[in-house]
T-cell receptor
Framework: GIQVEQSPPDLILQEGANSTLRCNFS?????LQWFHQNPWGQLINLFY???GTKQNGRLSATTVATERYSLLYISSSQTTDSGVYFC?????????????FGTGTRLQVTL | NAGVMQNPRHLVRRRGQEARLRCSPM?????VYWYRQLPEEGLKFMVY????????ESGMPKERFSAEFPKEGPSILRIQQVVRGDSAAYFC?????????????FGNGTRLTVT
């Protein structure tokens, strides 16, 4: 099956710092989503981004489908950004099926 | 428009009991997906259902686990004779029938603890 690797596995930032999270995947995909799982366990949709670049406030994401990677940028980080960030992909099979999740990047933002 | 609703939020069962997890999809959505998250891991696909049909159950354990999505009412994930290894967060997602290229929306999950 498709492999999804995220890096770094763990990240500690001081409030106000910027960071880049990476997601590599091993096959062509027609769906890629970034999620934030907060400390209470809720899974929050950040971006649906199978290709191109999107921005939402302090967050932005870029997917280069031909090179099979996606990047999530967090600028001016805040303590509320803490949690685990997951990348999830869906194979380009032509049918709506299932997401394969990476193992996540655990982010801790400190004061 | 309410999101995907899961209940209960937390469920505690003793070994050998049954666990029933419920998922109500977003309004207008007829496809439901169940995922399991073991502690310190990412989510893993379990099963994909449409109304009254199981489309893909390739991620479901062969024994003790079953899922349904009846014509009326929520989708149910049922775990019989639970064991400690079933302790996990179970997430449900939904999508419309003609999903095309659109994101999956997840509920807040049910955290099952087996004692």
């Amino acid at each position: 099956g498709i492999q999804v690797e995220q890096s770094p596995p763990d990240l500690i930032l001081q409030e106000g710092a910027n960071s880049t999270l990476r997601c590599n995947f091993s096959d062509s995909v027609n769906n890629l989503q970034w999620f934030h799982q907060n400390p209470w366990g809720q899974l929050i949709n950040l971006f649906y981004i199978p290709s191109g670049t999107k921005q939402n406030g302090r967050l932005s994401a870029t997917t280069v489908a031909t090179e099979r990677y996606s990047l999530l940028y967090i600028s001016s980080s805040q303590t509320t950004d803490s949690g685990v960030y997951f990348c999830a992909v869906e194979l380009n099979t032509g049918t709506a099926s299932k997401l394969t999740f990476g193992t996540g990047t655990r982010l801790q933002v400190t004061l | 428009n309410a999101g995907v609703m899961q209940n209960p939020r937390h469920l505690v069962r003793r070994r050998g009991q049954e666990a029933r997890l419920r998922c109500s999809p977003m309004k207008g959505h007829s496809h439901v997906y169940w995922y399991r998250q073991l502690p310190e891991e990412g989510l893993k696909f379990m099963v994909y259902l449409q109304k009254e049909n199981i489309i893909d159950e390739s991620g479901m354990p062969k024994e003790r686990f079953s899922a349904e999505f009846p014509k009326e009412g929520p989708s149910i994930l049922r775990i019989q004779q639970v064991v400690r290894g079933d302790s996990a967060a179970y997430f449900c997602a939904s999508s419309p029938a003609a999903r095309g290229n659109s994101p999956l929306h997840f509920g807040n999950g049910t955290r099952l603890t087996v004692t």
